[in-house]
């Protein structure tokens, strides 16, 4: 009976180190760095489009994607 037990206690440690060396190997993955072109993303305040910052119109602390959308947000 005592040898049975063991023989369950020695399965269980194995598939639990092999999931756990599974779970490492899928976390080593997953930090890879993620290929990003780095420049900041922003979002329209009017129709939440996301678009880079560099392309974007600020006006007010907020940014627009296009002229058209400022004067709507901003009506004068
Ligand atoms: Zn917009």
């Not at 899928?26 to 489009?49: F, I, L, N, S, Y």
């Amino acid at each position: 009976m005592i040898k049975i037990l063991l023989l369950a206690v020695g399965v269980w440690l194995i598939i639990t180190l092999l999931k756990n060396y599974g779970r490492s190997v899928d976390q080593d993955e997953k930090a890879a760095p993620p290929a990003e072109t780095g420049e900041d993303m922003v979002r329209c305040a009017q129709c939440g489009v996301h678009l880079p910052r560099s392309e974007a119109i600020l006006s007010g602390g907020e940014f627009f994607c296009c002229d058209e959308h400022r004067r709507q947000h901003h009506p004068d």
